[in-house]
């Protein structure tokens, strides 16, 4: 409002339409661009209540949403979702309105796309409208859990490995619920292949049932962890059952074959120091 004729004159305005401005119309155009063109499913959505989470409606999804969620259009997300995914999605959207502090949740597994894990993101847009971005991370997940499962287990015999072992002994020095008991067993002059010692394996998990951790070690050399030991008898009688079971010829393809096995133990009620535990039973060697 101006005016140059004192204050007790009416004010006189202008109206100016912004839009016309080539720079924002050439902004706007891009933006529209890169979210039709964006490998990434995304929603614009708004709030009819600023009050209400339910009133949300989706005023525009690109390509690659419509792909994700089999819908060339959609109006609400209760086409789609399920309640309790539609409540989330709707709580979240209300929070980032109000708030305008972006929100994420990562690795949703829903019901409504079982085969997917999604990355999920909410903002705010500038005009108060608010976009969800889903990214389909199933495949990188896949990947993920394939290294891990190189990092943590044997993959000639898929038993658990020694990085394993120590990350179960953390755990179990932080829970410190009851003593614990290792047993390390070692193939003394026998051939490490794998039907032998998955065969030792199987029968190490035959006399102790309730341990809680059977891992190889090396080419010829596994261990057990006892973490319901009563005392270190217990040990001591686990250690000779251990060594006469092994003492028992092995069927492979048909063939008696009779394995040298050296067992040792060690055990920490404690348990400060799991690389410690892990010595002494290799030292009891």
């Given at each position: 409002?101006?005016?140059?004729r004192?204050?007790s ?10 839009t ?5 119309r050439?902004?706007?155009?891009r ?6 063109g ?8 708004s709030?009819?209540d600023l ?22 259009s ?18 979240a959207?209300?929070?980032?309105a109000?708030?305008?502090e ?10 409504e796309?079982?085969d ?5 993101r ?12 889903i990214?389909?991370v ?10 891990r499962?190189r990092a943590?287990?044997?993959q000639?015999?898929?038993l ?6 120590e ?7 932080h ?8 047993l390390v ?6 051939p490490?292949d794998?039907?032998?010692v998955?065969?030792?394996?199987e029968?190490?998990?035959?006399l102790?049932?309730s ?11 596994l261990?057990?962890?006892a973490?319901?030991?009563t005392g ?12 006469a079971?092994?003492a ?8 008696a074959?009779?394995?040298?096995a ?10 400060d ?5 892990l010595?002494?039973?290799?030292d009891?060697?």
């Amino acid at each position: 409002g101006v005016t140059v004729r004192g204050i007790s004159q009416p004010l006189t305005y202008s109206l100016v339409d912004v839009t016309r401005d080539a720079a924002a119309r050439t902004a706007r155009v891009r933006a529209a661009e890169m979210i039709d063109g964006s490998d990434s499913a995304m929603l614009v959505m708004s709030l009819v209540d600023l009050s209400d989470p339910a009133s949300l409606i989706v005023e525009d999804l690109n390509p690659a949403a419509a792909r994700l969620l089999r819908r060339d259009s959609l109006v609400t997300l209760d086409e789609v979702f399920s309640d309790d995914t539609r409540q989330l999605l709707h709580n979240a959207a209300f929070d980032v309105a109000h708030t305008g502090e972006n929100l994420a949740f990562a690795r949703l597994n829903l019901g409504e796309l079982p085969d997917l894990l999604l990355d999920v993101r909410l903002s705010r847009l500038a005009d108060g409208t608010i976009s969800m971005r889903i990214d389909d991370v199933s495949l990188q997940a896949s990947i993920e859990a394939r290294l891990r499962d190189r990092a943590l287990y044997d993959q000639r015999t898929g038993l658990p490995n020694l990085a394993c072992l120590e990350d179960h002994l953390a755990d179990l020095a932080h829970r410190g619920d009851s003593p614990i008991g290792l047993l390390v067993v070692e193939l003394a002059g026998s051939p490490g292949d794998r039907p032998v010692v998955s065969k030792v394996a199987e029968r190490l998990g035959e006399l102790a049932p309730s341990a809680s951790l059977l891992a190889r070690l090396s080419e010829q050399r596994l261990a057990l962890v006892a973490d319901s030991l009563t005392g270190e008898e217990e040990l001591a009688v686990l250690t000779q059952s251990a060594t006469a079971a092994l003492a028992v010829p092995f069927d492979i393809g048909g063939e008696a074959v009779s394995v040298q096995a050296v067992v040792g133990a060690a055990s920490n009620t404690t348990l400060d120091a799991p690389a410690t535990l892990l010595r002494d039973a290799e030292d009891a060697l």
